[in-house]
């Protein structure tokens, strides 16, 4: 397949590199050589110091025959732009990164592909979407609605009072239990279990079940005492922290700590709710947390553009008595000794942008993808074709590669759970749990 990527920022990088992994073949082109040349000997690409902009560069760089053309530049209007261009040259589709919430409106989706623009993606609007669901269920390090809520997949830390330690799966789960565990992150390593593996304490566990079942749940992992949260306090003004107090539920009082005035007076104009309070100030400031009344706060969300920053903030938060605490790490090198430190969610935009991204890349019906920021691992839900290899025998017998497990699948709107006796069917949505960048191996057996 070949891709072309513009914009060597964070999000480019990462998916450049992650793409190349893949063996496939990526052109990565920035105006800033600078950028570029850290990149090529470390990754197997083609990097190219040109504007996308430009018609003759885009030519150049090939985007006649490119399979995918995903713009990410910082500048929104160049995004769009390039975008238009490339397809008018004749690439398949384009991808192009945003920071306008008007234009993700669904009303507009046609105009866009009129355009040339198959999808677009707002990192910053999609790290909200995840935040304000990690700090609806406080219980929870991440939770993802699959198929409009038939299917829930929970990543819990278990805890000394959870009940399932020390256990064999095979011992813990029959063919009739509402669960299953699809995976474990175990300090650095991801683990897809078989019936001989153990839980253990401090794993982060991740769970496929239905909604009837998650107070069970709750139950045996110990944290039926988790409150729910009902006020939140955001460190950092930007268009994360923006759009994750518009998305907070009316029930929660939402309060932002901004250090620069100019931005304070802009977030209260747009904001424009009662429910949220926006103050000027430092949040790294512990008398002024404590003044803002943080030993009485559920959750605390740090969203500045600075990663050590946050992650040195919730750990303050946690120690000032805050159970449920969210960093955000853009720096992808901190992610691992984010969870060491055990402070909470982590939410990152390169892998929530690459999540989106890479669905495109995929040939079969895909419906959703989802990169596990902590666990090295995707989430997939495909929808299953007539006479698809997974149709023709009991999912035991379908010899998926290693490190590939079904959670669960949905059938006429019914969340399923999957045994190795289970036969998939004709339009089911099957979800498929994956070490990182597996997906692609899945294609023959679902189209």
């Given at each position: ?6 914009g ?96 993700t ?96 304490l ?54 932002i ?26 949040a ?10 943080i030993?009485?706060t ?72 989802k ?67 597996l ?9």
């Amino acid at each position: 397949m070949k891709i072309i990527i513009a914009g060597a920022g964070a999000v480019g990088t990462h998916l450049a590199g992650l793409l190349s992994k893949e063996n496939q073949d990526i052109t990565l082109m920035d105006e800033n050589e600078e950028k570029l040349s850290k990149l090529s000997d470390d990754f197997d690409l083609l990097t190219l110091n040109l504007t996308p902009t430009s018609i003759e560069n885009l030519k150049e760089a090939g985007a006649a025959h490119a399979d995918l053309f995903i713009a990410v530049t910082p500048d929104e209007s160049k995004n769009i732009t390039c975008c238009m261009l490339a397809n008018s040259l004749g690439t398949k589709k384009t991808v192009a990164r945003i920071d306008n919430a008007e234009y993700t409106d669904p009303q507009y989706k046609e105009l866009f592909n009129k355009l040339g623009i198959n999808s677009l993606i707002y990192p910053e609007m999609l790290a909200a979407s995840d935040i304000v669901e990690s700090i609806k269920h406080s219980w929870v390090r991440q939770w993802w609605d699959i198929h409009n809520g038939a299917l829930i997949m929970l990543g819990i830390k278990l805890r000394e009072t959870a009940e399932i330690l020390d256990i064999p799966l095979k011992t813990l789960c029959g063919p009739d239990t509402n669960y299953h565990i699809v995976a474990i992150k175990r300090d650095e390593q991801t683990i897809i279990p078989n019936g001989d593996s153990v839980l253990m304490l401090n794993d982060i566990v991740y769970f496929m079940t239905t909604k009837k079942y998650i107070p069970y749940i709750r139950k045996i992992v110990g944290k039926e005492e988790y409150a729910d949260v009902k006020n939140v306090m955001i460190m950092g003004g930007g268009r994360t922290a923006m759009h994750s107090a518009q998305k907070a539920p009316g029930y929660m009082e939402v309060k932002i700590i901004e250090s620069d005035s100019k931005r304070c007076n802009e977030l209260n104009e747009l904001l424009g709710n009662d429910d949220i309070m926006v103050i000027n100030g430092d949040a790294r400031d512990t008398s002024l947390l404590i003044n803002e009344g943080i030993q009485h706060t559920q959750a605390f969300v740090a969203l500045t553009g600075q990663s050590e920053s946050n992650i040195l903030a919730c750990l303050t938060a946690k120690r000032l008595g805050v159970r449920k605490t969210v960093a955000l790490v853009d720096n992808l090198d901190y992610v691992t000794m984010a969870e060491k430190l055990d402070i909470g969610t982590i939410i990152n935009k390169k892998t929530i942008a690459a999540s989106h991204i890479y669905q495109m890349m995929l040939n079969a019906d895909v419906t959703n993808v989802k990169c596990l920021t902590i666990a090295n691992a995707d989430v997939a839900e495909f929808v299953v074709k007539p006479m698809a290899k997974v149709t023709r025998k009991p999912v035991k017998d379908l010899g998926l590669p290693a490190g590939v497990t079904i959670g669960g699948l949905v059938r006429n709107g019914t969340g399923m759970l999957v045994s190795g006796m289970t036969q998939i069917q004709e339009g089911d949505s099957v979800v498929v749990f994956c070490r990182s960048m597996l997906i692609k191996k899945l294609d023959k057996f679902f189209a």
